[in-house]
T-cell receptor, first 112, second 115 residues
Framework: TQLLEQSPQFLSIQEGENLTVYCNSSSVFSSLQWYRQEPGEGPVLLVTVVTGGEVKKLKRLTFQFGDARKDSSLHITAAQPGDTGLYLC????????????FGKGTKLSVIP | NAGVTQTPKFQVLKTGQSMTLQCAQD?????MSWYRQDPGMGLRLIHYSVGAGITDQGEVPNGYNVSRSTTEDFPLRLLSAAPSQTSVYFC??????????????FGPGTRLTVL
């Protein structure tokens, strides 16, 4: 079973602070996705990273895929209350694979 | 477009009862999946479908049945509900196989409690 370990599991910060969430595995993934899930709703895709070492920016969010394609990080600059939610990483195993491997998530609370 | 819709939003069952969770998508996606989400467990794949008439088992299929008679609909049936099936259930669809890195579009979920 391929596992994705996310850390931290819970994070509570003040508005304006920076934070980083990590997603680690011993397995290589063809690509890695980050989803955000708000209470009472389904996950929504934020980004897909494909190439080892790739960095993608989405406004105040910066996503990085590790060089070996085994890990990824999500950095949020100047967090806002609207960033509150559950952040999930999901690893893809390549063409022909039906299943994503999901991490257990990081629950972020940004306090105004 | 409504995207992926799920009904009901909430459901309470007694042990042994059966029910069907409904899922529909209007994006003409061939690929659809059912997940359950439990605290501390993440999202786990129950069943998936690669097109009308084609379904297969995921990671945790026991106690659940699915069918796919149309591209739009992918219902999940609980045959004899057990307390261990208390969870939040999500339906998702995608243009191509999820494991190939294609974006999955999730419904709003059904929160099921089995007493």
């Amino acid at each position: 079973t391929q596992l994705l370990e996310q850390s931290p599991q819970f994070l509570s910060i003040q508005e304006g602070e920076n934070l980083t969430v990590y997603c680690n595995s011993s397995s290589v993934f063809s690509s890695l996705q980050w989803y955000r899930q708000e209470p009472g709703e389904g996950p929504v895709l934020l980004v897909t990273v494909v190439t080892g070492g790739e960095v993608k920016k989405l406004k105040r969010l910066t996503f990085q895929f590790g060089d070996a394609r085994k890990d990824s990080s999500l950095h949020i600059t100047a967090a806002q209350p609207g960033d509150t939610g559950l952040y999930l990483c999901a690893g893809a195993h390549g063409a022909g694979s039906y299943q994503l491997t999901f991490g257990k998530g990081t629950k972020l609370s940004v306090i105004p | 477009n409504a995207g992926v819709t799920q009904t009901p939003k909430f459901q309470v069952l007694k042990t042994g009862q059966s029910m069907t969770l409904q899922c529909a998508q209007d994006m003409n996606h061939e690929y659809m999946s059912w997940y359950r989400q439990d605290p501390g467990m993440g999202l786990r794949l129950i069943h998936y479908s690669v097109g009308a008439g084609i379904t297969d088992q995921g990671e945790v299929p026991n106690g659940y049945n699915v069918s796919r008679s149309t591209t739009e609909d992918f219902p999940l049936r609980l045959l004899s509900a057990a307390p261990s099936q208390t969870s939040v259930y999500f339906c998702a669809s995608s243009e191509d196989l999820a494991g190939a890195g294609n974006e999955q579009f999730f419904g709003p979920g059904t929160r099921l409690t089995v007493l």
